[in-house]
């Protein structure tokens, strides 16, 4: 490869590093907020799904949610 080449590739992969290094410290106060949740008395893993949910399109999430119902009702669960 010429060296403009190994040059740029070089930067890209600082750069996938870099954002990866910032992913993983995204992680870590992600999980410092839901412990934070936990020691507030919410139940983290409500909390979770909740955010599940709320990421979810509204048609997508009321499908999935009747599809659910639907399951829950053949197999007599409340």
């Known amino acids: 490869m010429p060296e403009a080449a190994d040059d740029r590739l070089r930067l890209l992969i600082e ?12 992680g870590d106060d992600i999980k410092d907020v839901y412990a934070e949740a936990k020691a507030t008395g919410y139940d983290a893993k ?3 799904e ?3 949910l709320r990421k979810m399109k509204p048609d997508d999430r009321r499908e ?3 599809i659910l119902e ?3 009702n ?5």
């Open 15 to 26: 750069r996938i590093e870099r954002l990866e290094e910032e992913k993983k410290g995204i």
């Open 46 to 48: 409500i909390v979770r």
């Open 50 to 52: 909740i955010v599940r």
């Open 64 to 66: 999935m949610e009747a």
């Open 70 to 72: 639907t399951y829950k």
């Open 74 to 78: 053949a197999l007599g669960i409340d």
